[in-house]
């Protein structure tokens, strides 16, 4: 019922810059916080960044601190990922997830619907 999609994934080098976007549909978005997590080869599913309904809350993962920023357009439904500097350990497939209510929303069972996932692949 509710679809999300990600995009503007890609392969560059290490210190450039991608944005990715989340796109959703089925339903209207009204209090929801979005997350982004990411999943590299072999490892768990890692939290990014999660953003509440209004866009006024923001947190991130300690290693993406002052490299990554997540924004919103509510009238639009969409969600954005800033990627900058990145370095290669940020190589990972990136999904965009949303909650409409999350106690923990840097958690991944917070989260009732799923993007496909969107490869960054950062080379050094």
């Known amino acids: 019922q509710v679809q999300l999609v990600e995009s503007g994934g890609g392969s560059v080098q290490a210190g450039a810059s991608l944005r990715l976007s989340c796109a959703a549909s089925?339903?209207?978005?009204?209090?929801?916080?979005m997350g982004w997590f990411r999943q590299a080869p072999g490892k768990d599913r890692e939290f990014v960044a999660y953003?509440?309904?209004?866009?006024?809350?923001?947190y991130y993962e300690d290693s993406v601190k002052g490299r990554f920023t997540i924004s919103r357009t509510i009238g639009e439904n969409t969600v954005y990922l800033q990627m900058d500097s990145l370095k290669p350990e940020d190589t990972a497939v990136y999904y965009c997830?949303?909650?409409?209510?999350?106690?923990?929303?840097?958690?991944?069972?917070?989260?009732?619907?799923w993007g496909q996932g969107t490869q960054v692949t950062v080379s050094s």
């Open positions: 953003i509440n309904w209004n866009g006024d809350i923001t």
């Open positions: 997830a949303s909650t409409l209510y999350g106690g923990s929303p840097q958690k991944s069972y917070e989260y009732q619907y």
């Open positions: 089925g339903r209207t978005f009204s209090r929801n916080t």
